[in-house]
DNA sequence: TACACCGGGTGTACGTTGTACACGGTTCTA
DNA sequence: TAGAACCGTGTACAACGTACACCCGGTGTA
């Protein structure tokens, strides 16, 4: 599960050349890793086990460690080969961009959930993925903004994005495990909804009386505009103050 | 690991009785409650093992069976208490009471950044973590929105902040896992570096050259500030469009 | 007081995970 | 043609969560 991490830069960024000695390959690292892709969505990252998509394959577990050093790189692997499925250029002036940029990330996320329970350790950056990170970039490049601001601007928006898209895997996965909607399962826990009374939780129950949880907002729709908004408050002050970190952790 | 969610229910929100019969228990689910964050704090979750809970309280792996139900509950468990561990009621007017919300909760993520690695299955919600949603909700609840838009803006700040939060995790956890700090780590990944070149990264190499990485703005404080900009903007225009999720997922 | 029984802590054992290692067969190079 | 390189397989092991059977201390009831 370690990965020994220069290793890792040349699996993700030297494409391996084939050798000239030896059988021929009957697998290869790409079918691993599209193998590999298709059991974390059918199954969840839960289910993603090198047994698993050897199975799949029609192959033995341990000839999966032919073409992939271990599971922590086949990971990296994965995460790299999803990010570059999409368009990766945003095009127009910056808000467009932003909002074409925040689009992309919030599809790729629907499609792959379980991305948001793997970036979550230091994975080694792949070239797809940092190819549309400097894409993000360009986007707001025109606007005169000093460098980091350019990062920080694209990271706010990408730190929503992942917010919001963490929520929706979590709705996603737990669906999935517990075969109920997510309305049918909350609907199920009479238990729970005892608890939920007026001098408890006041706020949650009126909001609960009034339909304000079945009525609910498109969370993405909704938090992108302020998002946006909020930058584009940032970006038309003439003075802006520059947040330095004091205590950044 | 599997959960039962009636017992889940009542594990959470219903303090247990204590036995008459039988010897007086030398744990109890407090302390080995207790006894999980703090190897969750010091060793990361990953490292949270019922064997290493039992190590450190001094008993035996099994004898935690007879306090907990078993792994899954004690997490949800541990959730809930790590929410409970800082003042829950915002004070002031809407965005002085946001700002502390979100201030809390980053706070709190950054003391337990594991808490962004759990809260990742539907866990059960348990009374702590429902008491501070309800303050946060009460907080902008005078602003005379329909409530799905209170909800809605509640959401809105908490995306984000988990958003920095899963960055900010994931950098103190790489730290530990590896002992290096974050800065070192990337200077010795030459072999990365060679690959950003201006023509395949022309943006990031820029932003690299002129120091923007270097100088790296507060992420937290720079995303808040643009979030409530822009939730502002939202409170204060008379016309609101409600924006009704269609392809919701 | 006698005793049954409830419940806390222990020890063993099983299935599942990632993967190290040794092996046998295949294909190209010297 | 000998040998090296490489592919796929089979076995084996340590670490994980936890089911199960066990012992024994304390309390309520007879």
Redesign the interface.
């Known amino acids: 599960m370690k990965s020994d ?2 290793r890792s ?2 699996l993700l ?1 030297e494409p391996p050349a084939e050798p000239t000695r030896g059988p021929k390959a009957a697998l290869s690292q790409s079918r691993v890793v599209e193998a590999a892709i298709k059991v974390a969505d059918a199954e969840g990252v839960e289910a993603l086990t090198m047994r698993r998509v050897a199975e799949t394959l029609g192959f033995t577990t341990m000839s999966l460690y032919r073409h992939v050093p271990g599971k922590s790189e086949l990971l990296d692997l994965m995460v790299d080969a999803v990010w570059g499925e999409t368009e990766h250029t945003p095009q127009g002036p910056w808000r467009a961009g932003l909002d074409f940029f925040a689009r992309q990330v919030w599809a790729m996320y ?1 499609a792959h959930p379980w991305m ?2 793997l ?4 994975r ?2 792949g ?1 797809q993925a ?2 549309r ?3 993000a ?2 986007v707001v ?1 025109e606007l005169g903004l ?7 601007v694209v ?2 928006v ?7 898209g ?9 669906e999935r ?2 075969g109920v909607s997510e309305e049918d ?1 909350w609907n199920g ?1 009479e ?2 909804w005892e ?2 009374t007026p001098d ?5 129950t ?2 609960w009386n ?4 079945e ?5 993405f ?3 992108l ?7 584009a ?2 970006i038309e002050t003439e003075e802006r103050p ?5 205590t ?2």
Chains 1, 2 share one sequence.
């Open positions: 991490r220069d830069v040349r960024w629907r948001l329970q970036t979550a350790s230091r080694m950056p070239p940092m190819t990170q400097d894409a970039y360009a490049s000093a460098s980091e601001e350019i990062v920080a990271t706010a990408s730190h929503f994005v992942e917010g919001v963490r929520t929706m895997a979590d709705r996603v996965r737990a495990e517990s399962w826990r238990a729970l608890h939920f408890r939780l006041p706020m949650m009126h909001i009034s339909g304000g949880f009525r609910m907002l498109d969370q729709e909704f938090g505009a302020r998002v946006l908004d909020g930058l408050v940032f520059l947040v330095r970190p004091e950044c952790l």
